[in-house]
């Protein structure tokens, strides 16, 4: 148990570490959408808050002594104006090329970090089945070990008492043989030296004999034992889970569709 149970505890120790790796790729990719959203609101005003030149105003007076004047006048506003106007044209296309190329920056690393973070979410649930794959799996051996363990204590207890029992019966039966034989003896002594012996044999038959030295301790089957592998009561392939893991996440940087630990298909997408 202690065993399965570290092994469980290594296994629970990388998922959480990749659950957290997960939440803070989350948090960074909604900082690269939020940071996009931006760059692409920048490029989008270089056109919406334009202020072109304005095209002269001018008309011909064709009755007058001054119409060559009036010509140079209006070429000389028509060359303000195109100049003016081709300034505007290199300013909005250096806004637009800067505002497009920050905003592509922006794009591709808010892909390159949705790319990790759906790798990083694919590893953290198949980390989390294989820990509730290995917790089962403890769970079970530990079941079917105790149950072989206590079948097995049983047994071995049962045959244990009942040879203790049958020492105690042989160590009295010797223990009265030598008291019958210290009897014998003592009488024998008797006879030979004419005087009456004071031994009985019921003292023999009688006698107490102390066979506690021969009990049996220790008869209770040890403890169980609980292990503690983890809240599995949630998993993956069950939206409560998803909402356990995911629910606090940026809405503008959900988690992928989480596959089932099954592999079957996929809970709703957080």
């Not at 195109?82 to 690393?109: H, M, R």
């Not at 794959?133 to 206590?150: I, K, L, M």
Request: glycine share 4%; charged share 20%.
């Amino acid at each position: 148990l202690q065993t399965d149970t570290a092994s469980v505890a290594s296994k629970k120790q990388g998922a959480t570490q990749l659950g957290d790796d997960h939440a803070l790729c989350r948090s960074e990719e909604s900082a690269l959408e939020t940071d996009a959203s931006s760059k692409w609101s920048a490029l989008t005003s270089v056109y919406d808050n334009l202020q072109a030149p304005q095209a002269p105003n001018f008309s011909f007076d064709l009755t007058g002594d001054d119409y060559l004047a009036q010509i140079n006048e209006f070429s000389s506003k028509m060359d303000l104006f195109l100049a003016e106007s081709n300034e505007f044209a290199k300013a909005v296309n250096q806004s637009y090329t800067t505002a497009k190329n920050a905003y592509e920056k922006a794009a591709a690393a808010l892909l390159q970090k949705q790319g990790t973070c759906n790798n990083t979410q694919i590893a953290f649930e198949s980390s989390f089945c294989h820990w509730a794959d290995e917790a089962r799996s403890a769970g079970d051996r530990h079941e079917q070990c105790w149950e072989r363990g206590t079948n097995s204590f049983d047994v071995t207890k049962s045959a244990v008492l009942d040879s203790a029992e049958q020492r105690k019966h042989e160590y009295s039966a010797v223990q009265k043989i030598l008291c019958f034989l210290k009897m014998l003896r003592e009488r024998q002594q008797s006879v030979a030296n004419n005087v009456s012996a004071d031994s009985k044999a019921d003292d023999c038959t009688n006698m107490t004999v102390d066979d506690s030295f021969l009990d049996v301790v220790n008869t209770a089957a040890p403890d169980k034992g609980t292990a503690d592998f983890g809240d599995l009561t949630l998993q993956p392939g069950v939206d409560a889970w998803s909402q356990q893991q995911y629910g606090s996440f940026a809405s503008n940087a959900p988690a992928a569709p989480v596959m089932a630990c099954d592999g079957s298909g996929v809970d709703s997408l957080y």
